[in-house]
């Protein structure tokens, strides 16, 4: 898995996976990702746009930071996942919160390869 794949299965979400409300969804694809397992992932952002879209961020979309960080120029749709207090694997309760904002990602190569936080 290259660093870009990563980014992809971690917080690429285009359509958004249906789910009955958010915190089902959290739970859902927290586990459906690979990210409740050998550990439970405390927080995790997924973003509901097409992997090309987010990747325009790495070029005209975006506006550098510092390093290798670029802010995007436009809002996307997000859910953030949050761990529940203190619980751990297997059951990885996590709440939800859904919002619209511009995000900072870290580029290399023009591709995104971490996802560092919304803004």
């Known amino acids: 898995e290259t660093r870009y794949e990563k980014f992809l299965r971690q917080h690429v979400d285009y359509p958004k996976s249906s789910a009955p409300d958010s915190r089902t969804y959290c739970n859902q694809m927290m586990q459906r990702r690979g990210m409740t397992s050998p550990v439970c992932k405390f927080t995790n952002t997924f973003v509901h746009a097409s992997a090309a879209?987010?990747?325009?961020?790495?070029?005209?979309?975006?506006?550098?930071?510092?390093?290798?960080?670029?802010?995007?120029?436009?809002?996307?749709?997000?859910?953030?996942?949050?761990l529940q207090g203190g619980s751990q694997t297997p059951n990885c309760p996590y709440n939800a919160d859904a919002s619209t904002q511009r995000i900072r990602i870290a580029c290399v190569g023009g591709l995104p390869v971490h996802y560092d936080k919304s803004i």
């Open 53 to 82: 879209s987010i990747t325009t961020v790495c070029g005209s979309g975006g506006t550098p930071a510092s390093g290798d960080l670029r802010d995007s120029n436009a809002s996307f749709a997000l859910t953030t996942c949050r």
